[in-house]
């Protein structure tokens, strides 16, 4: 993504939600196993967004983002609280007609925005939810206007270890969801970077360290964050 295409980005993105916090640092919560190791101080410490079954940690995210259809069609009741808690929940807007009772009253919650291919539009973007539910939260905060995200929990194990036992199992994700899902994070890495914004990785090392800042969770929750490793791009 050129500089001239983040702008376009940034001017297309007219929302209740835009720009309400420029400049601050957010926190994007993963659902990996790696989870389980990174203090409840951090995740407070800033505006967090969490997703899908974060519910389980236990924890309530400031933001809430839920793009899975599985998530909103079988577990309508188990997400309800964390969507009905949040600031906001951006949530798949598709599903809004669902035959599905419980699906549908997730949408009639007075701050649940829904969330589509018109939402926010990103150059060179061909999944709107790019194969993860990360990719969506990027975008969210980039569109609030926050000037650094760490990410925690993002592990990218390919056997999909959660935090939890309790997480529920998913399908199988195959090659080339994984090669979409690192198509669209490539993407967001370049979309933060081009305006001089951060994305940096708190989780553990993983090909993600070719597109993010390196970071370490002692930096942040001592406030010493000047140790990140930037990628070669």
Aim: aromatic letters at 12%; glycine letters at 8%; a negative charge.
């Amino acid at each position: 993504m050129t500089m001239k295409e983040t702008k376009s980005f940034q001017k297309a993105v007219f929302r209740p939600w835009a720009d309400t916090h420029v400049g601050e640092t957010a926190i994007v919560i993963g659902n990996g196993e790696s989870l389980k190791n990174v203090p409840k101080e951090l995740l407070e410490k800033y505006p967090s967004f969490g997703t899908n079954h974060i519910y389980l940690v236990p924890f309530q995210p400031k933001y809430y983002v839920c793009v899975d259809e599985t998530v909103m069609m079988v577990f309508p009741k188990e997400i309800c609280a964390t969507v009905a808690q949040a600031d906001i929940a951006f949530l798949h807007g598709d599903l809004s007609g669902d035959p599905n009772r419980e699906t549908r009253k997730l949408f009639e919650l007075p701050n649940v925005y829904r969330y589509d291919e018109h939402t926010i539009k990103v150059p060179g973007e061909f999944w709107v939810s790019g194969g993860t539910v990360t990719y969506v939260a990027l975008k969210m905060a980039f569109g609030m206007g926050f000037s650094t995200i760490i990410l925690v929990g993002c592990d990218r194990d390919k056997e999909w270890k959660h935090f939890s036992d309790d997480y529920p199992a998913l399908g199988n994700r195959n090659d080339y969801c994984l090669r979409t899902q690192m198509y669209h994070l490539g993407l967001m890495g370049k979309m933060y970077k081009n305006v001089g914004r951060r994305i940096i990785n708190l989780s553990p090392p993983s090909e993600l360290d070719d597109i993010f800042e390196r970071g370490n969770i002692e930096d942040w929750l001592n406030d010493i964050q000047g140790s990140a490793k930037m990628p070669v791009m």
